[in-house]
């Protein structure tokens, strides 16, 4: 994937960590870190919607075309990539993410790291969390 790194800020609601295209299926891939544990609190919740309002906000008005016209009219996927699995608040939460932004076609993956292995899961169906084959 091409893949051109965003400065971050210190609370991480406004930016887009990774903006990129995937090679193999031509959609533009924006890629959220999420390195903490998740902690299944209302503040952090609140700031993983926040960060999907802002991400949405993004793709749908016109500030992807703007600053990255080579990839405008172009299919989008948010990739939330873990380094843990996401806890049951949060997969729920991904769940509803997932649903909603279905209807703007914009895909939602996650990618958490297995702890034990340090192998990846990729989740593209996040209503049912199943690792992807």
Known sequence: M???PQKSKPDRIGTIDV???DPKTGEVVLVM??????ASS???LLS???RFNAYVS?????????????LAGKRARIEV???HMPDTRALELLGL????????EIKVEVVARNEQSNDEIRMTNVEGMSKSE
């Open 33 to 38: 870190n999420q390195p903490d544990e998740w």
């Open 2 to 4: 091409n893949t051109n």
């Open 58 to 70: 993004f793709l749908l008005d016109g500030e992807l075309t703007e600053s990255h016209p080579e």
């Open 81 to 83: 990539r873990c380094a």
């Open 97 to 104: 993410i997932h649903d909603h932004l279905a209807f703007q």
């Open 19 to 21: 903006i990129g295209q």
């Open 42 to 44: 209302d503040e952090q």
């Open 48 to 50: 993983l919607q926040e």
